[in-house]
């Protein structure tokens, strides 16, 4: 196939455009500088000039292609409710290209929240789209999928890691740091689903190659690792202590990351693993986190 992948110089897009070109499928990577570009060259992509700003661009790049990978998002948080309506209109134009034909949609989104005190499951809802969680990815690709588009999702873990990590754990060695404490919150039993960007990339090109219309997968190699463990991996490594800190403290140590450092949001992938085949390998992410990379 033909695949035109958005963010395919990100760190899961980059990571997507490897695995498809190494499974023979050709790769057409939205791009917006001659940087990026020339990233994807190097890998052995087509480029296609673009940018998320410009519906028009996408639809193009769509119309050209066998399928689409969408796994381009603004994450900047400052403008988180922008960012989200961006998507939403993203997804969109990407669906207008492929309207009448059988060729697939991937679109991505996060679960977090997704189902409050229990693990969440692939047949779970998404969340009711609002002003505190206006993110509605999910929800816009299965409209879609609802008008005849093969359009479905790629529910990916909090916590993707992996060489080129700039997520969550790389916030946190940045707090530790600045604070001289890895810490969690409370008992720190709360847990973080996780996944090697390498593990999810392998996904993407099965949900692409095998997935049905409107199904949701889990891009999840671990149900959830206990927060306290991925602290004290932390502190081992940049040698400051590690300690719980009182829920009423919390703010106080973790600042605007305090919600994400008090989730437990564990979340299943079985259904996705029987229906495509799917067997995560890599590293987990204590060993990543146990890694010199992640301390440069």
């Not at 899961?12 to 060259?41: D, Q």
């Not at 410009?54 to 790049?61: F, H, V």
């Not at 219309?213 to 490594?237: C, K, N, P, S, T």
């Not at 140590?253 to 989730?263: I, K, P, R, S, V």
Request: glycine share 12%; aromatic share 6%.
């Amino acid at each position: 196939m033909r695949v035109f992948v958005t963010g395919a110089t990100g760190f899961v897009g980059s990571a997507v455009v490897r695995e498809l070109l190494g499974a023979g499928h050709e790769v057409l990577g939205l791009t917006r500088s001659e940087a990026g570009a020339a990233a994807l060259r190097a890998a052995g992509a087509a480029v296609h000039h673009g940018s998320l700003e410009d519906p028009d661009s996408l639809r193009r790049g769509a119309t050209d292609s066998d399928g689409v990978i969408h796994t381009a998002f603004n994450h900047d948080f400052s403008r988180y409710a922008a960012s989200c309506e961006q998507d939403r209109i993203v997804i969109g134009a990407l669906g207008e290209a492929l309207r009448g034909s059988s060729r697939p949609l991937l679109v991505t989104t996060g679960l977090l929240g997704l189902a409050p005190g229990r693990t969440a499951l692939e047949s779970d809802a998404a969340h009711v789209v609002s002003e505190q969680v206006p993110r509605a990815s999910e929800q816009a690709a299965l409209a879609l999928a609802g008008q005849g588009v093969h359009a479905s999702v790629v529910r990916l873990a909090p916590s993707v890691h992996g060489e080129g990590d700039h997520g969550f754990v790389p916030m946190l060695i940045d707090l530790a740091r600045r604070k001289g404490l890895s810490a969690w919150i409370g008992d720190g039993a709360n847990r973080w689903p996780a996944v090697h960007r390498v593990d999810a990339a392998r996904l993407y090109r099965l949900a692409l190659e095998r997935g049905a219309r409107g199904e949701r997968y889990h891009a999840i190699a671990e149900e959830g690792v206990l927060f306290r463990e991925i602290a004290a991996a932390i502190g081992r490594r940049l040698g400051v202590p590690v300690a719980g800190v009182p829920a009423q403290e919390a703010a106080a140590h973790f600042e605007w990351f305090t919600l994400f450092a008090g989730l437990d949001a564990p979340a299943s992938s079985r259904w996705t693993r029987e229906v495509l085949g799917w067997v995560p390998g890599e590293a987990t992410l204590l060993e990543e986190v146990d890694s010199a990379r992640y301390f440069k």
